[in-house]
């Protein structure tokens, strides 16, 4: 078999649409031995559309599609191929030279799923190790080189990891620039073992010209928000123009796609310039109409910061006014990060991200912040951090009462509590080294996405690519799925805290203090 010359590819967990709903997602960092791989596969993630002869997705990561176009400026368009994992053997012979491996979490260490399968295999470690697996038999048949690059590279970058997976480069940062090159060096078998790269120029970001997973598009790149614990700041941040959105957005919607997501790590930054992080109203409307204008039904975004909509709350409800959710009763999800609201954490953790706010303000403005969402038809998805290296019990109180706040004010929206995670992987949160009150605002977080999950299950099964028995079978799914992660929870307390309930380890820290909300006038 001649094979391509370059066949670019992500495993399993990564080549689905998630039936349009991002934060399937999250499934894929569960542990694999507890949910059937064909509820996975069939109910949750099914794969993209793909040619079954030739095994080419229509559809792929928008970092997939980057690579591609920056490998089109110097290979002929027949010699790059995007090939579901299922079916590399259809796409990888003789004339393969170098496979490309983009990765999210594939050694299953990122905080969602180390929270989600502690010391245990995630679904998106076991679709990772066994497309490596298949790499492997392929390499040894036709001597190609392999590459990775992604968000998750860099839990590949030690070299006893890439012989194990069968890797001989692994590219941390943004390979936009440099892609052509690199792949040109690893056909000569020249090219280094680690690779840490970042984009210099907008400009030498490459147009993408092919539909994407869930027609997700970038808006921008880097945050400018300074957090420690984050990697996006290694990036400096940059925006896309318009024009290019628009164009790279027409490619989805002549797929079939109604709808654009922009993914951003900060969309309130766009087109802001100012050093106070005020949001620049007049650049995001024409951002949001440009595309609504264009065909779409409605525009979504990955990532907003709390702050960012306390400082514009006309700016949130114009938005949704442009997607028609109020009028439509359609409500969007949104990721955003709190991560605490210790006021010594906040000023020596998150940097600026509670400007134009100040840190002591940032309790009170994660709290406006939900309100303000909420009101406008939009479902934050949000993180909180358990587990810093220096937090002290009573600083975790801040962000028990903040929870207690969410239940009292009804709420609408998940909050995921994730265990603390250092990139070194020396100081990593570990459930077993869970103290009273850091078990407590877990317990809390949950008893929130239990309550939430139970009132949206209806939202849920509107989804239309359900049948009637798919509905029941997904209310089953979602009933049993909460219940166990409690049970778990349960099971949890009384192994660390000798035989004690939850009942009995929260009662501890029922609100415990008050915590003021300053006034702010605008």
Not at 378 to 387: C, E, H
Request: aromatic share 10%; hydrophobic share 40%.
């Amino acid at each position: 078999m001649a094979g391509k010359r370059i066949v670019l590819t992500a495993d399993r967990s990564l080549m689905t649409n998630y039936r349009g709903n991002f934060l399937y997602g999250f499934i894929a960092c569960g542990p694999y031995d507890v949910l059937p791989e064909w509820v996975f596969d069939k109910v949750f993630c099914p794969a993209v559309e793909t040619d079954p002869n030739t095994g080419e997705v229509k559809v792929a990561q928008v970092g997939l599609r980057r690579v591609e176009s920056a490998l089109l400026q110097g290979y002929k368009r027949d010699e790059v191929f995007l090939a579901n994992p299922d079916y590399l053997e259809k796409s990888v012979g003789s004339d393969t030279k170098v496979v490309g491996i983009n990765v999210m979490d594939p050694l299953g260490m990122a905080p969602v799923t180390t929270t989600m399968s502690p010391e245990r295999l995630s679904y998106v470690a076991m679709k990772f190790k066994r497309m490596c697996a298949q790499i492997i038999q392929l390499k040894k048949k036709y001597n190609f080189h392999v590459v990775v690059g992604g968000n998750g590279a860099w839990e590949l970058a030690k070299t006893d990891r890439m012989r194990i997976h069968g890797i001989d480069t692994v590219v941390v940062g943004e390979a936009d620039e440099l892609a052509l090159d690199l792949f040109n060096d690893l056909e000569k078998n020249d090219a280094p073992e680690l690779m840490h790269c970042f984009v210099k120029n907008i400009q030498n970001i490459p147009v993408i010209e092919g539909p994407t997973v869930n027609s997700l598009i970038e808006a921008m790149r880097g945050c400018g928000r300074g957090c420690d614990f984050c990697d996006v700041n290694k990036r400096s941040k940059k925006d896309l123009p318009l024009e290019r959105l628009q164009h790279e957005a027409r490619i989805n919607l002549d797929y079939g796609f109604d709808s654009i997501w922009l993914h951003s790590d900060e969309m309130l930054l766009y087109g802001c310039d100012n050093k106070d992080f005020q949001p620049n109203y007049d650049a995001i409307m024409e951002l949001w109409k440009g595309l609504k204008g264009i065909g779409a039904n409605f525009i979504g975004t990955t990532h907003m910061t709390f702050s960012g909509v306390v400082a514009d709350p006309k700016l949130i409800r114009d938005m949704s006014e442009v997607n028609e959710m109020h009028k439509n009763g359609r409500w969007l999800s949104t990721n955003l990060g709190i991560e605490t609201v210790a006021p010594r954490l906040v000023d020596k953790h998150l940097g600026v991200k509670t400007k134009p706010f100040s840190n002591d303000e940032w309790g009170w403005v994660v709290r406006e912040g939900a309100k303000i969402l909420n009101e406008n038809h939009w479902f934050p998805a949000a993180t909180i951090i358990i587990g810093w290296p220096d937090e002290a019990p009573d600083e975790v109180q801040y962000t028990i009462d903040m929870m207690g706040d969410f239940r009292a004010t009804g709420f609408r929206g998940l909050v995921a509590p994730l265990l603390y995670q250092d990139f070194g992987e020396k100081n990593s949160m570990h459930f077993g080294n869970l103290n009273e009150a850091q078990f407590t605002l877990f317990w809390k977080c949950w008893e929130n996405n239990l309550r939430v999950i139970n009132d949206i299950i209806p939202i849920i099964l509107r989804n239309k690519t359900y049948g009637p028995p798919m509905k029941v079978f997904m209310y089953g799914i979602l009933k049993v799925g909460t219940w166990a992660i409690m049970r778990y929870l349960r099971g949890l307390c009384k192994d660390l805290f000798n035989g004690r309930t939850p009942d009995e380890i929260i009662e501890k820290y029922a609100r415990s203090r008050s915590v003021t909300a300053p006034v702010y006038t605008k």
